[in-house]
């Protein structure tokens, strides 16, 4: 079994060891358990493998047999006997998962000393009391070898359970726990290995997962079943093999152990191959009798941009990888997901074969020729065979024997299993048609990019895949892109096609780049001139593998055949020129034609292409002439090529018509006559020539100008013509003959040219009608082949010539007043009657006035009768003489005509007369006479006479009846008008209307009339007429202040005028409500009217009110308005409890504006305006109202607006005050109980160790800060930036440059609410320090804490330093004291590492020495009194000291030495560094002056180097953190920038931030207009958030965005809508409370949540993931439907509780069904329906009760609608453009920040001071090189030290801090150049104050 790769068989090994176990188990009922104990704990002895199961254990005998090698339960014969004598085989499972698996009786035995050296067996069999316990040791085996001995002899030990005596050796000891694990175990076997192997046992250790995944492969079916391992299945099979459990455990001294069972490993191949196959393939293979193969193929798609065909690193075939040669691993490309593997894993009996594949069979291998599906998709398959036992495998279970032979063998059946179901068909085409299909289906191969739209393509036949059809431009596939404008060639289609990408389809509504399996692409043909269509295809027919350039060569040649030009000869003559010119008839002669091509080459037909049959070419003639009406076609003709001539045309000789021409040859199409192919045209060529006309032949006569007349001269206009008819010009002399019979003609001469007219012709005769007559004239051309032409004329009467009247009589008479009629003609001067326009013939009568004019127009016929009016002459008596002149006005030739007319009296009417009869008297009425009558009465005995001129009266005869009317009446009574009766005349009713009464006679000689007028006059009285002067408005308890006019009337209205004062004592007035106390009632003379005055109502309803007047029996009404009397109190609007007080939060507005109306003293609202109005309150009350000024309006309101109240917490009173004409109205109190407002800051407390101590540079102790509202509770959900920690050294006030912090993190175990300050660092300066706290409410309000004042204490000290530096001392050893002086009054003091002072309390000495720097020198210096060291005293801090060096001292001339200053303080846990000063030795005194002088000198450049060094650090920091600052907000512009274009919204290069600004305006107002539209809101008054545990009322926690749902829902919950949700009892008490228990409450901490449903709980028709059944009404839970804008956890609480399972669903029938349905498996909840009906839980429904109202009827008791989502999306593109915009100005800011250090940079000024800096660094290394000392770095960075600063994140801004450290330490070069001494005390002072500001920490 040891093979290669040994140490990954050790999985393999224990297999076996797992098959037995299998074996074992496989008649349990219960539970199968294996363990696998991996025991490599040292501390309970040596390693061991134990596997333990829970089977039918084993007797002695089958102990015995099992030890026996290769006795298999089929051939255990000779001395063993066998227990497996009666062996059946296991009947036919699934997947053959039989558990018949330990076979051979060969695996366990070489498993167990492949493993390890020996083997304890202990087993135990169910009815056994026995435990039996045998060991094999490879060791034994050997030896009894060696000694010849029986192998396989051995001791079985008994012993009982549990008992582990046995047990002695240390190595062994972990047998004692696995031996106490047996007790109450009814069988069971265990086989523990001992002796484990080194390397496999560190291949257990360190690859468990690795072998654990492999045993998990190996049995995954007997796992998971024979379905596998599906991590999702719709619904879990109840399998047998869910009882199977192997667990493996591994135990290592000190760790904790390892254990896994293999059902939960998820990452085996078996598990990854079934969970990312996307479809499956079932199959049985039959071979020879019993031998069955199932097998199963899966299909891994290609999903967008990979393969999701799982990888495994452990197959055994990727182990052998490092032998396969190079041409094996260039398969891999080929094979693309599978790779190198095989499809089939081979299970035996359930149980992997793991070193046997199949690589494929010969139906599901990849085709040689191109198949269904493309061939990478049989790269993308995997599959499992699962045989029975009937195929033999090696005894170690490692390898079939021959299954791939019988399975290729030809005998072999296959079937499909489809649906369960073993189906007989071709395997092949079953799998190649489920291959395509999982294709089409699942794989996602074609990325389609560059989205272009979506649009419906009309070209496909079917409508339902008409749309939709997304558009893109381009596709990523297999590699390459294809986009538009792309050359592409076809495969697989017919004919081949070549052409130019137009676009790509993907069927489907989409809007970006997407994957997909394929698709359709428009292809436009090239070459276009050849083929002008397009053709859709698949995407997968374009040829992958062309070249671009193949296919320009190919559209190339192809346009190289298409025809080019045309060639034409003229075979007989006669040709055509170019521009030529011809007579009309001349021929043209025949032509003969060839199409060439660019090669030059004759065609006849298109060249044949690949698309279908070539087209014939035709040559198309066209003659056309180009007239001014437009082009016409002449000439057309079509000719084929055919026989001898390719092309050809006869000889043309029709062409007669004059003109342009244009030959035209043009090749056309054969089948459409198409001159153009693919958008070009086809050859063609033009000849343009031009006919004109010959010589004359004929003639023939023009238009005449018409009309002709007698005597008037006319032309006669001639048209030659040729032998065409084409008009010529006459070149000759010819004098023309005209005649015509019964006329005489003359004519004056003919005009020769191109017009040839015969001029002034005349004619006479004689013409019988005015309308003229015909008449044959005939014109003779001598010398023309046609000479004569006849034609007809009319001519018409000549011009007027004189004028015929009759009668012929010159005396006529006639009667005045009638007309006389003359009969006139006009004659010309041949005596015909003549007519022309406006012959109008006039008569003019002389003799008298005013005579009429007669006028007669002849113009149509010359003759007419000439007459006119009447001729009337005034009182004529007797005859009289008149003269009449005839004549023509507008023609003076004719002479007039005169007649003598005699005119006698007229006999008609003249005269009319009106009489009224009175009795026997006639009374004459004038004309426009009055008469007065009775109104209402009748005018009777009326008559009237005429008369003529001669005052004779005319007798009335009917006609004469007939002629005369009345105004008054219609209807006239002929029979009395004959008698001279007129008429009755009816008076009018009122005395103001009088009647007109008009007779009139009208004749057709005379019209006559005469008039009268009747008025009319009152009669007796009949009623009485109520009038109101003024307004009918009378306000409640005032008197009307109009007068009531009274007058009495006839029956008509008539005022009588009889009436007299006494009337008024029987007026009476009465009306409803009338207070008749003040009534009184007059008498007025002048109008003859009663007056009534006083009225005025008692207390009663307002509105119209009655007045009802009466006098005698008659009786009037009178309607007046009552209003509302006076203002006297005013009352609130829409505030009914105001006698309890109203609730309100401190500083927020009430619910309402506050309205209030003018009423009078009976509460009756009176609409008075302006009466000002205002508030009184005390002076704790503060009150913010958007309207100071009150007034009232038209209707006596005023609205004082929504009030904010400002009050301390209690009850308060508002009082109105209104005034009205100086009387002080009633007015209202309104009680408020102010409460305070939660969420308003009014504090902050502040808590931290005020007993702690501030030592400089330590740490502050925790600051606990929190935001106190009204209520004194605190304020949550504050944002931390919002909080701040300012600290600054104590002064009056607070400076701008203050030290900010931030605050800290917030740690889990602290409330919310808590806002902590740790570890702020304390100021390293000492003195006294403000701290304060700050909490910003907006931009300009900011609340803070009272000021925390701290005193800073020295730090533990940590160094010795003077108070001063001094200079370097350079001494020598001669007499003067000032040459031998190292230091005077040098004051060294005890400072902490912020070098303030401290250790005051300290008590000890200094010590002064004197070192060498080199070490072996021991010629040191002495100081006085030749002494080595000296001994000052400590006190206070500090030690005065003054050191002299000894006369004549030991020490070398020009030498450096230390002097050291060592402090002895036994107060101090940690000793002090000493405190170091070089100084200077020389022997003589004047080179110890030059070089004191150089030392001095070296100090100040010293320093003032240091100051230079640091200045240009500080600079070149500030510079890199500017730059710093620009790379980040260049990446946040570029960040924010990215994410906008998310949103669409693309920003330009220049002028961005305006275009910004205007975006955010523009998007400000879209979100504007989104809340602006209409939205379902609840009106419902919502409870005051006076308490952070109010959370509100029901109604306002919720939204629904279903305007159905809502209503129902709501109705639902109507009871509890009002009902105010708190989360304490206590909150919820208080408010119980405040409104005297009139308030519905609910708190949180009373709900028993236990019972409260599981929010994601599914429907009930939902059971184990399993559909119940189908519903219908799309079911919903009703809490599913809200939302909730705040305390979301709260709210499903609350709703939770109130609405339950509670299932909103469409209507009654589908709640009715779904009740019906789930009622049979579970209890159902209350169902509402959209429509508005509910059914209860207890399925109670119908009623009023059960039936939701309308959504008005609520009453506003409704759940609001959420804002809508594009608000949200709104604010975030506003926010994004904010931020951007805030980042676009950082930027630019911060670019001009970091321009102008980089100019400052290079400034002069600034290479000025590097020039001085390197002079000085120059100057000092020389200074150096004098004095002989050592280089003066370290001195300078101890000098520079305590100006060090650290930059890390503070709230000062580390720009501004350095800006300020620079000012201090290098402000000026004045300084650098002062003395010694100045230079250190400044230097002194920047280093103080530095060591006292904060350091820069994180805060």
Not at 113 to 142: C, N, T, W, Y
Not at 936 to 944: H, K, P
Not at 1133 to 1162: F, H, S, T
Not at 1467 to 1478: D, H, K, V
Request: charged content about 25%.
């Amino acid at each position: 079994m040891r093979q290669k790769n040994d140490l990954n068989i050790t999985s393999f090994a224990l297999a076996e060891l797992i098959d037995n176990s299998l074996s074992a188990t496989s008649r349990n009922t219960g539970i199968r358990s294996i363990q696998i104990k991996l025991l490599f704990d040292e501390s309970q002895g040596k390693s061991a493998v134990a596997v333990i199961d829970n089977g039918r254990g084993m007797t002695s005998k089958q102990l015995n047999n099992w030890a026996v090698y290769r006795l298999s339960k089929f051939t255990r014969q000779g001395d063993f006997e066998s227990d497996h004598s009666g062996y059946v085989r296991p009947l036919p499972v699934p997947r053959s998962l039989n558990s018949d698996i330990s076979y051979f009786g060969v695996g366990g035995k070489q498993a167990v000393f492949f493993v390890g050296q020996s083997a304890r067996m202990i087993s135990k069999p169910a009815e056994s009391q026995d435990v039996h316990e045998l060991v094999l040791s490879k060791e034994d085996f050997e030896k009894k070898e060696k000694n010849k001995e029986a192998i396989y002899s051995g001791y079985i030990q008994n012993r009982k359970p549990s008992d582990s005596s046995h047990i002695t050796s240390d190595d062994e000891r972990f047998l004692h726990n696995l031996i106490s694990e047996e007790r109450d175990k009814e069988s069971f076997t265990a086989v523990i290995i001992t002796g484990v192997q080194p390397d496999h046992m560190q291949y257990l250790k360190n690859y468990f997962h690795l072998w654990t995944r492999q045993l998990a492969h190996i049995y995954h079916y007997y796992i998971h079943g024979p379905k596998g391992n599906e991590t999702s299945p719709a619904t879990k099979d109840i399998s047998p093999f869910n009882n199977i459990d192997i667990q493996i455990s591994m135990f290592e001294k000190g760790k904790v152990p390892k254990i896994v069972n293999l059902r939960e490993i998820k990452d085996d191949m078996q598990t990854l191959y079934i969970n990312t196959a996307a479809d499956s393939f079932e199959f049985k293979a039959h071979f020879e009798g019993d031998g069955v193969v199932e097998g199963i193929i899966r299909y891994h798609p290609f999903l967008y941009d990979k393969e999701t065909y799982p990888d495994d690193p452990c197959f055994p075939s990727k182990l052998n990888d490092d032998d396969d040669d190079d041409e094996d691993d260039c398969i891999i490309v080929e094979k693309g997901a599978r790779g190198k593997r095989p499809i089939f894993e081979c299970f035996w009996n359930g149980r992997l074969i793991p070193y046997t594949t199949v690589e494929d069979f010969d139906w599901c291998a990849p085709p040689k020729k191109r198949g269904l599906a493309p061939i990478e998709c049989y790269n993308r398959i995997s599959g499992a065979l699962f045989t029975n036992d009937k195929f033999q495998v090696s005894t170690n279970k490692l390898t079939f024997m021959d299954l791939e032979l019988k399975l290729k063998d030809k005998n072999t059946l296959f079937t499909r299993i489809f649906n369960g179901q073993e189906q007989r068909m071709k395997i092949d085409r079953e799998f190649a048609l489920w291959l395509k299909d999982c294709h089409e289906k699942y794989d996602k191969q074609i990325k389609f990019t560059v989205f272009k739209g979506v649009t419906t393509r009309t070209d496909l036949p079917s409508k339902r895949m008409q749309s939709p059809w997304t558009i893109y431009a381009a596709i990523e596939w297999d590699g390459k892109t294809y986009k538009t404008g792309q050359l592409v060639k076809t495969v697989k289609t017919l004919p081949i096609f070549y052409g130019t990408i137009e676009k790509f389809f993907l069927y489907g509504d989409h809007d970006g780049d997407i994957f997909a399996t394929g698709g359709e692409v428009q292809i436009a043909l090239e070459p276009q001139a050849l083929y002008a269509e397009m053709k859709t295809i698949p995407i997968s027919k374009l040829d992958r593998t062309v070249p671009e350039k193949a296919v320009k060569k190919y559209i190339e040649d192809e346009m190289a055949r298409l025809p080019d030009k045309l060639s034409v000869t003229w075979p007989e003559g006669d040709e055509l020129l170019p521009n030529e010119t011809r007579f009309a008839g001349a021929p043209i002669g025949a032509l003969r034609i060839e199409i060439l091509n660019k090669k030059g080459e004759a065609m006849q037909k298109l060249p044949g292409t690949s698309h279908g049959g070539s087209k014939k070419l035709l040559v198309e003639l066209k003659v056309i002439l180009h007239s001014p009406t437009g082009n016409k076609e002449i000439i057309s003709h079509i000719s084929q090529h055919g026989g001898k001539w390719p092309y050809w045309f006869k000889k043309m000789e029709n062409l007669q018509k004059l003109g342009n021409y244009t030959l035209k040859l043009q090749v056309v199409l054969n089948e459409s006559n198409a001159d153009t192919y693919a958008g070009r045209p086809l050859p063609s060529k033009i000849f343009k020539f031009t006919i004109i006309e010959g010589k004359p032949e004929k003639f023939s006569v023009g238009l005449l100008e018409l009309p002709l007349q007698i005597g008037v001269p006319f032309n006669i206009p001639l048209e030659l013509q040729d032998e065409f008819g084409h008009a010529t010009q006459l070149t000759t002399s010819i004098k023309p003959i005209l005649e015509a019979s019964g006329l005489t003609l003359q004519y004056e001469g003919i005009t020769t040219g191109t017009k040839c007219v015969i001029k002034g012709v005349t004619a006479k005769g004689c013409i019988n009608s005015c309308q003229g007559k015909n008449f044959n004239l005939k014109v003779t051309l001598p010398g023309l082949k046609e000479d004569t032409q006849i034609f007809k004329i009319r001519l018409h009467p000549g011009p007027p010539h004189r004028l015929k009247v009759k009668p012929d009589s010159e005396i006529l008479k006639i009667e005045n007043g009638t007309a006389f009629p003359f009969q006139v003609e006009v004659l010309d001067e041949s005596g015909n009657i003549t007519a022309q326009p406006k012959l109008v013939v006039h008569c003019k009568f002389l003799g008298a006035s005013n005579l009429p004019v007669y006028s007669v127009d002849c113009s149509n016929a010359g003759k007419n009768i000439l007459t006119g009016p009447v001729i009337h002459v005034q009182n004529i008596k007797k005859d009289q003489v008149l003269k009449a002149r005839i004549e023509i006005l507008n023609c003076k030739d004719v002479p007039p005509v005169d007649k003598i007319i005699k005119l006698l009296p007229s006999s008609h009417v003249a005269r009319l007369q009106i009489l009224s009869m009175d009795g026997q008297k006639a009374i004459q009425i004038k004309h426009q006479d009055e008469i007065n009558w009775v109104a209402g009465d009748v005018m009777c005995n009326l008559i009237f006479q005429m008369y003529d001129e001669g005052e004779r009266e005319i007798h009335v005869t009917p006609a004469i009846a007939e002629k005369i009317k009345v105004n008054w009446t219609p209807q006239i009574n002929k029979e009395q008008l004959i008698q001279g009766l007129l008429p009755d005349v009816k008076v009018p009713t009122s005395v103001k209307d009088v009647r007109y009464c008009l007779i009139t006679y009208l004749d057709d000689h005379v019209s006559l009339e005469s008039a009268f007028t009747v008025r009319p006059l009152p009669d007796e009285p009949k009623h009485i007429k109520c009038k109101l002067k003024g307004p009918n408005t009378l306000q409640l308890g005032e008197e009307l202040q109009s007068e009531i006019e009274v007058m009495l009337t006839d029956q008509y209205g008539n005022q009588v005028q009889s009436a007299t004062s006494a009337c008024v004592n029987s007026l009476g007035v009465s009306a409803p409500g009338l207070d008749k106390s003040n009534l009184k009632i007059t008498w007025q003379e002048s109008t003859l009217t009663m007056k009534v005055q006083g009225i005025r109502f008692k207390p009663c309803l307002l509105g119209s009110k009655e007045l009802c007047f009466a006098w005698r029996e008659f009786s009037d009404f009178l309607r007046l308005n009552l209003t509302a009397g006076s203002p006297a109190k005013l009352q609130f609007v829409d505030w009914p409890e105001l006698e309890k007080p109203v609730a309100v939060i401190n500083g927020r507005e009430l619910q309402k504006p506050l309205i209030v109306q003018l009423c009078d003293q009976w509460g009756n609202p009176t609409p008075e305006p302006n009466v000002k109005i205002s508030l009184i309150k005390s002076n704790s009350v503060k009150i913010v109202s958007s309207n100071q000024q009150h007034k009232t309006d038209e209707t006596g309101r005023a609205n004082l607006g929504v009030v904010c109240i400002h009050a301390p917490r209690g009850e308060h009173t508002l009082q109105l005050k209104a005034t009205y004409n100086k009387t002080t109205l009633d007015c209202p109190i309104i009680t408020l109980n102010v409460l305070p407002d939660p969420e308003r800051p009014v504090c902050l407390n502040v808590k931290y160790d005020k007993c702690s101590s501030f030592q400089a540079g330590s740490t502050f102790p925790d600051f606990m800060v929190s935001v106190l509202s009204e209520d004194g509770n605190i304020i949550r959900n504050i944002n931390p930036a919002r909080i701040s920690m300012k600290m600054w050294e104590a002064q009056s006030r607070m400076p701008v440059d203050v030290t900010v912090f931030s605050c800290s993190k917030v740690k889990d175990d602290k409330e919310d609410g808590f806002f902590y300050f740790r570890d702020k660092v304390v100021p390293e300066r000492v003195g006294t320090y403000s701290i304060q706290f700050a909490f910003t409410m907006d931009k300009t309000n900011i609340l803070t804490s009272d000021q925390i004042i701290v005193d800073v204490v020295p730090n533990d000290p940590v160094r010795l330093l003077p108070d001063s530096l001094p200079a370097t001392p350079a001494v020598s050893n001669v007499r003067a004291l000032a040459s031998r002086t190292l230091v005077k009054d040098l004051c060294l003091c005890v400072t902490d590492e912020y070098n303030n002072h401290t250790g005051i309390d300290l008590v000890g000495r200094i010590i002064a020495k004197i070192k060498s720097p080199n070490e072996d020198d021991t010629e040191i210096p002495q100081f006085q009194g030749k002494v080595s060291t000296v001994v000052f005293p400590f006190n206070k801090g500090k030690a005065e000291i003054s050191l002299l060096l000894a006369e004549n001292s030991p020490g070398r001339d020009s030498t450096e030495y230390i002097l050291v200053f060592e402090p002895d303080l036994p107060a101090l846990r940690r000793p002090l560094e000493p405190y170091r000063l070089s100084f200077m030795f020389y022997n003589d005194f004047k080179k110890q002056q030059q070089m004191a002088t150089l030392t001095k000198e070296r100090d100040q450049l010293s320093q003032s180097i240091g100051v230079y060094r640091n200045w240009l650090d500080t600079t070149n920091q500030l510079v890199n953190e500017i730059k710093c600052q620009v790379t980040e907000a260049e990446a946040k512009e570029a960040q924010l920038k990215s994410q906008l274009r998310k949103y669409q919204i693309e920003l330009p290069e220049e002028n961005t931030l305006q275009y910004v600004d205007f975006l955010i305006k523009q998007k400000m107002l879209d979100q504007e207009g989104v809340m602006k539209q209409p939205r379902r809101t609840c009106t419902l008054p919502n409870y005051p958030k006076g308490n952070q545990d109010v959370l509100g009322k029901i109604a306002h926690l919720a939204q629904i965005e279903d305007n159905e749902a809502a209503k129902v829902i709501s109705w639902h919950l109507a009871s509890d809508m009002d009902c105010v949700i708190t989360l304490t009892t206590e909150a919820a008490r208080s408010i119980f409370d405040e409104t005297q228990g009139r308030q519905q409450v609910l708190p949180l901490d009373s709900i028993y949540r236990k019972t409260l449903p599981d929010w994601n709980r599914p429907l009930p028709h939902l059971r184990n993931g399993k559909t119940f059944f189908r519903p219908i009404g799309n079911p919903v839970f009703a809490r599913h439907l809200l939302t909730f804008p705040d305390n979301v956890e709260h709210c499903q609480t609350v709703f939770g509780m109130l609405l339950g399972d509670t299932i909103v669903i469409d209507n009654l029938d589908a709640a009715n069904h779904y009740r019906k349905e789930v009622v049979k498996i579970a209890h159902c909840p209350t169902l509402l329906t959209r429509a508005g009906d509910r059914i209860l839980s207890n399925g109670k429904f119908g009623g009023l009760q059960n039936r939701a109202p309308p959504m008005d009827k609520l009453r506003g008791m409704v759940f609001g609608a959420p804002v809508p989502k594009l608000y949200s999306t709104f604010a975030g593109q506003i926010d994004l453009l904010q931020q951007y915009r805030t980042a676009v100005v950082k930027l630019d800011n911060v670019n001009k920040d970091l321009d102008l250090r980089l100019q400052s940079l290079n400034a002069p000024e600034v290479q000025k001071k590097r020039q001085e800096l390197a002079e000085q660094e120059k100057s000092l290394k020389l200074i150096e090189q004098k004095l002989g000392m050592t280089p003066s770095d370290k001195v300078t960075e101890s000098l520079l030290q305590p100006v060090m600063l650290d930059m890390p994140d503070t709230p000062i801004p580390p720009k501004r801090m350095r800006r300020e450290t620079m000012k201090k330490l290098y402000c000026s070069e004045e300084w650098i150049s002062s003395t010694a001494k100045k230079q250190q005390q400044l230097l002194q002072t920047p280093t103080s104050e530095l060591n006292g500001t904060p350091r820069k920490r994180k805060a």
